[in-house]
Each structure stands twice: as structure tokens, then as C-alpha cells.
T-cell receptor
Framework: GGIITQTPKFLIGQEGQKLTLKCQQN?????MYWYRQDSGKGLRLIYY???????QKGDLSEGYDASREKKSSFSLTVTSAQKNEMAVFLC?????????????FGPGTRLTVL | QQKVQQSPESLIVPEGGMASLNCTFS?????YFWWYRQHSGEGPKALM?????GDKKEGRFTAHLNKASLHVSLHIKDSQPSDSALYFC???????????FGSGTKLTVEP
């Protein structure tokens, strides 16, 4: 088994501020993801990475940067926080090479922009 | 662009009852189908997956896939209060790394 840790659990920022969210996994998975979940809604993919130093854009990448510093960690930066970005950001990981491999999710970082 | 739609948005069933959740997808090249469950305050967790037409049963949960009608469903037998959660349908195309999620069905099981 393994675990995905997201920090911080709650993040409060000011409009226009640059904010960074962090994710660590100990599954030894190759692929990692960042999703955004708006209240009671579905997940939208922001970025994913299939290996260290790789980055692939999702449908919602505008306004975000990401960094895969090493296999176990994946960071997301909100480049300029906006009031309509109050949401939960979920990190996930998956074993690459298995078509049927599921994604495992962390508990999320809840972002509030004042 | 893959579109995944779920219905109903919310569903209330009595304890011991059957819950039926529906999902339609737009791309006929869709390959693999997942159901995820998310309890309040937690991340989603995979319940089960299906890739062949027909039924797949895992305990109280049965998934049904009909690729021709672009439809996948989840049926929960003998529903328990602990089944109360947000349920997501998720679909892959040829890139198995990318999952397209529906907007979810909120299930409430009343004791």
C-alpha cells in the first residue's frame, strides 16, 4: 500500500497572489496528476506528469504552473489567484504501463481566495 | 472532446434499497470505464472498472456497459448509510493516462 500527502490542507490567499500546493506519494508510481474540483462538481485535469521532469497540460492548465521535482513529488502553482478559484485541488498518482491501473487520490488542498 | 454526463444529480434511497446511477459518454473510441466514490472531506477512491460490454459484479456493486449506446451504469444492491457519497463515472480514450470525469451523482441512503 501507499499514501498521498498534500500540503497544506487549507490555503488562504489574496487575489493576485502566487500560491504553491505540494503533493508527495510513496507508491513509487510514475504518473502524477493535479485536478481541480469545484463545489459538488466533477474533477477537471490541470496537469499531469508521466515521469520526473515531464509535464503534460490538461484542459484547465491556463493560470497554473506545475513542477515534477522528483518521482515522488509534484507541485502546482496558481500564478495569480482569482476570486473564482475557490476550490479543492486534488493530487493523484498511477502506475504507468498498466492499462487498467487505477488512480489513487490524496485528501485535497482547499483553496480560499480573499 | 470527450463529454461525460451523469444522472441523476442526486438520489435518495432507503437503507436496503437499490441505487441506480447512469453515465453517458460522447466518444465512441472510449476504452475503459471507472466508477469512483468520494466521501465528504476525502479524495475519490476507485470502486470498480469495466471495459467489456455487459455486466461486472463486485459484491453489492454491479457495473453495466453498453458501448453501442454510449452508456455505463452502476447499481448498488442493499444500500447502506455508509454508501452515502458522491459517485463519479470516469472514462479513458486511447491515452490510458487521462481520465475524463462526469460531474457526479450525490447518493444519500436514509436509515
Amino acid at each position: 500500500g501507499g499514501i498521498i500527502t498534500q500540503t497544506p490542507k487549507f490555503l488562504i490567499g489574496q487575489e493576485g497572489q502566487k500560491l504553491t500546493l505540494k503533493c508527495q506519494q510513496n507508491f513509487n508510481h510514475d504518473t502524477m496528476y493535479w485536478y481541480r474540483q469545484d463545489s459538488g462538481k466533477g474533477l477537471r485535469l490541470i496537469y499531469y506528469s508521466i515521469t520526473e521532469n515531464d509535464l503534460q497540460k490538461g484542459d484547465l492548465s491556463e493560470g497554473y504552473d506545475a513542477s515534477r521535482e522528483k518521482k515522488s513529488s509534484f507541485s502546482l502553482t496558481v500564478t495569480s489567484a482569482q476570486k473564482n478559484e475557490m476550490a479543492v485541488f486534488l493530487c493523484a498518482s498511477r502506475r504507468t504501463g498498466g492499462n487498467y491501473a487505477e488512480q489513487f487520490f490524496g485528501p485535497g488542498t482547499r483553496l480560499t481566495v480573499l | 472532446q470527450q463529454k461525460v454526463q451523469q444522472s441523476p444529480e442526486s438520489l435518495i434511497v432507503p437503507e436496503g434499497g437499490m441505487a441506480s446511477l447512469n453515465c453517458t459518454f460522447s466518444d465512441r473510441n472510449s476504452q475503459y470505464f471507472w466508477w469512483y466514490r468520494q466521501h465528504s472531506g476525502e479524495g475519490p477512491k476507485a470502486l470498480m472498472s469495466i471495459f467489456s460490454n455487459g455486466d461486472k459484479k463486485e459484491g453489492r456493486f454491479t457495473a453495466h456497459l453498453n458501448k453501442a449506446s454510449l452508456h455505463v451504469s452502476l447499481h448498488i444492491k442493499d444500500s447502506q448509510p455508509s454508501d452515502s457519497a458522491l459517485y463519479f463515472c470516469a472514462v479513458t480514450l486511447s491515452n490510458y493516462n487521462v481520465l475524463y470525469f462526469g460531474s457526479g451523482t450525490k447518493l444519500t441512503v436514509e436509515p
